[in-house]
């Protein structure tokens, strides 16, 4: 079996939305980014302290991690302590429900050759709960309609379902450092209807390399995104619009554009990095060349400053106050809240403008008010 699924459940977003692209990206190198690479680490830093707090005595890996800090510890620990909850949660359904950490889970049965890996998996009676832990901040996960999560969900009924006698699926996504746990329910019935007629038949499709290409938001992980002539016709249809002043367009064109415009800032982003690699590799454009950017100074050798900089009798430091991460982790958790619980604020957002199926409330603006009065 090879190591990494062409239909994989952290890809289904995309596959299932665009099916001819999981062949497309099939032979594009994947390259990992800083990010992915810090996700790895939090990860293992995650199953270090469930399979800890279960009492396996398993070996640290704090050493071999690249990117651990107290936020990546604060935030594991937060994760390590839900899950322990739901494992308490779950012995109410039955007396002997079982957890797994990184669990592989086989959905073959739907998607060709599909599997992938489960963070935790606790399964009981009446109830099947599938927890994945999310590190990364970008893109705020939403467990209601997740394919990834459905996968995996699919892939744990195949094995436990006659073990146990599972009737509800509930899907979670921890997001820490979005201050994230969203939960999701179906039935298993449900599920298991959407895999024959959802899943199964796009699967198909995405193995064979068949169906249409479709641009949408699943681009936005895509290898082929920048190249994608499919996307480029999506994000060219506002070249439409005639764009003067902005004062001489009516609302209605403006919410014509609207739904497009972080999509065609994306596109046109992946567009000159993409020229960008290709320029460094020798390709020309016509009417541009590569040059250096602006840069920074910095010091060579800080230890070295700081003693230069001591021994002419000089503070090199400056003093500042620990952020809210470093200071938990300084006191703990408990004594954090207990010194300085009624010194935290959490101030009103910056207004964004967002589509009116994202789930957050509507913000009382001075229009608003006005309404309000009348």
Request: a negative charge; proline letters at 5%.
């Amino acid at each position: 079996m090879p190591k990494h699924a062409l239909l994989s459940a952290s890809s289904a977003h995309r596959w299932l939305a665009c099916p001819p692209s999981a062949k497309a990206c099939e032979d594009i190198e994947e390259r990992a980014s800083p990010y992915a690479k810090q996700g790895t680490d939090a990860h293992s830093l995650c199953e270090y302290k469930v399979k800890k707090a279960l009492g396996l005595n398993p070996e640290g890996p704090t050493e071999d991690l690249d990117f651990f800090d107290a936020e990546m510890d604060n935030c594991t620990e937060e994760y390590a302590d839900y899950v322990m909850e739901q494992l308490e949660a779950a012995k109410e359904l039955c007396s002997d429900p079982k957890l797994m950490i990184e669990e592989h889970l086989d959905f073959s049965r739907w998607v060709p050759h599909g599997f992938g890996t489960g963070d935790a998996v606790i399964v009981a009676d009446k109830e099947l709960h599938i927890i994945d832990f999310k590190y990364g901040v970008g893109v705020f996960v939403e467990a209601d309609g997740n394919p990834q999560m459905r996968c995996y969900a699919l892939g744990a009924l195949d094995t436990y379902d006659g073990i146990y006698d599972i009737e509800t699926v509930k899907m979670t996504i921890f997001q820490p450092r979005r201050g994230n746990i969203s939960t999701a329910t179906m039935d298993k019935a449900d599920l298991l209807k959407w895999a024959e007629e959802v899943l199964s038949p796009t699967a198909k499709l995405a193995y064979d390399g068949a169906g249409d290409y479709k641009a949408g938001d699943h681009c936005q992980f895509c290898k082929l995104k920048a190249a994608c002539r499919k996307r480029a016709e999506y994000n060219l249809e506002l070249a439409k619009y005639d764009f003067e002043m902005p004062a001489t367009l009516e609302q209605t064109e403006i919410a014509a554009i609207l739904p497009k415009i972080d999509e065609l800032i994306s596109w046109g982003n992946d567009i000159k990095e993409y020229a960008l690699q290709q320029a460094l590799s020798g390709v020309s454009y016509d009417g541009f060349k590569v040059v250096e950017g602006r840069s920074v100074r910095k010091y060579t050798d800080e230890a070295a400053v700081a003693s230069t900089v001591e021994a002419a009798g000089y503070d090199p430091y400056e003093k500042k106050l620990l952020g809210l991460t470093a200071m938990t982790s300084l006191l703990g958790k408990k004594k954090f809240e207990e010194l300085l619980g009624g010194f935290i604020v959490k101030p009103q957002g910056k207004p964004v403008l967002v589509p009116d199926t994202d789930k957050r409330q509507p913000m009382n603006t001075a229009a608003n008010d006005f309404k309000d009065l009348d």
